[in-house]
T-cell receptor, first 116, second 113 residues
């Protein structure tokens, strides 16, 4: 049971390049999400999904796309990278069991992205 | 919108007790979480409160007052390994089985000998 995995761990891009951050989980969780973490800003939600075929925007979605074709995978695409997207990106998943149940989020190890 | 406030930094002595406060304003409140994050690592779940009161789990306890929009995380018998950032997060249900989790900026706790 690998939990939540993310690739790559580190990435350097030039302004204008595109790339996809990969996220996969093997816990059969319905809920998956992407956050970015910047110094002094905390974790901010980019996009999330409550199941295959369903995605929605979070607090800071501009410049990012997501899709959810399977329960296991939730890739994050940067369409045209900008220096403002330099950050640490975390993917997370949770079971989505109900409104009054903890449904703790399990985080991947993160991807450290630098855009020059 | 949502607003979550917690102190930026705290320092405490090994063996002591420390309380980290979190205040929030939100609509559709459906629970408050505390996560621990060591430097360079991913956050890990510590506790969850959805009803008023105290939840105890070993050396860690978390309290919630929904009417005051207030929570705290209490760490007892502090150990050096407790040096980490502690993140307060509020869950808001948005209907149709969907929710969003909004995090505060985190409190960096330094435990000194």
């Amino acid at each position: 049971n690998a939990g939540v995995t993310q690739t790559p761990k580190f990435q350097v891009l030039k302004t204008g390049q595109s790339m996809t951050l990969q996220c996969a989980q093997d816990m059969n969780h319905e809920y998956m999400s992407w956050y970015r973490q910047d110094p002094g800003m905390g974790l901010r939600l980019i996009h999330y999904s409550v199941g295959a075929g369903i995605t929605d925007q979070g607090e800071v979605p501009n410049g990012y796309n997501v899709s959810r074709s399977t329960t296991e995978d939730f890739p994050l695409r940067l369409l045209s990278a900008a220096p403002s997207q330099t950050s640490v990106y975390f993917c997370a998943s949770s079971p989505l069991e109900g409104a009054f149940i903890p449904d703790e989020q399990f985080f991947g190890p993160g991807t450290r992205l630098t855009v020059l | 919108g949502q607003n979550i406030d917690q102190p930026t930094e705290m320092t405490a002595t090994e063996g002591a007790i420390v309380q980290i406060n979190c205040t929030y304003q939100t609509s559709g409140f459906n629970g408050l979480f505390w996560y621990q994050q060591h430097a360079g690592e991913a956050p890990t779940f510590l506790s969850y409160n959805v009803l008023d009161g105290l939840e105890e789990k070993g050396r860690f306890s978390s309290f919630l007052s929904r009417s005051k929009g207030y929570s705290y995380l209490l760490l007892k018998e502090l150990q050096m390994k407790d040096s980490a950032s502690y993140l307060c997060a509020v869950r808001r249900y948005s209907g149709a089985g969907s929710y969003q989790l909004t995090f505060g900026k985190g409190t960096k706790l330094s435990v000194i000998p």
